[in-house]
């Protein structure tokens, strides 16, 4: 099912603080850009996942983050995308925190 236009709104107001955040359908999702960088998925149930690996995902974890999952033919396949901690869901500052810390850890913000 694709994401709704208030969701696409919903997420570019809550990232809008990184400047140039811009939106594109991605199989029944939603990527999400900072400056042409993806730093964010919106997957099933509108659930917003920051790309993460190594410390990052750990501490994304450590804040009760569940890593993105999908099943296909009976097997399970992670991705290394995380879920926006529940505390930052409603608080863009904290937001914003989170994806600076998902962009600079992919190269993409200073």
Do not use: H
Not at 7 to 19: I, N, P, Q, S, Y
Not at 21 to 35: I, N, Q
Not at 41 to 55: F, H, N, T, W
Not at 85 to 95: F, K, S, T, V
């Amino acid at each position: 099912m694709a994401v709704s236009s208030g969701t696409r709104a919903f997420v570019l107001e809550l990232f809008a603080d990184l400047g140039a955040v811009t939106a594109r359908a991605m199989m029944g999702g939603l990527a999400v850009y900072s400056a042409g960088r993806i730093f964010a998925i919106v997957g099933p149930e509108d659930r917003i996942y920051l790309k993460a690996s190594g410390p990052l995902a750990a501490a994304l974890a450590d804040a009760g983050s569940e890593q993105f999952a999908y099943d296909k033919a009976g097997k399970s396949t992670r991705m290394g995308y995380w879920t926006l901690p529940d505390a930052a869901i409603d608080d863009p500052e904290a937001a914003c925190n989170w994806a600076r810390r998902a962009l600079s850890a992919s190269g993409g913000f200073p």
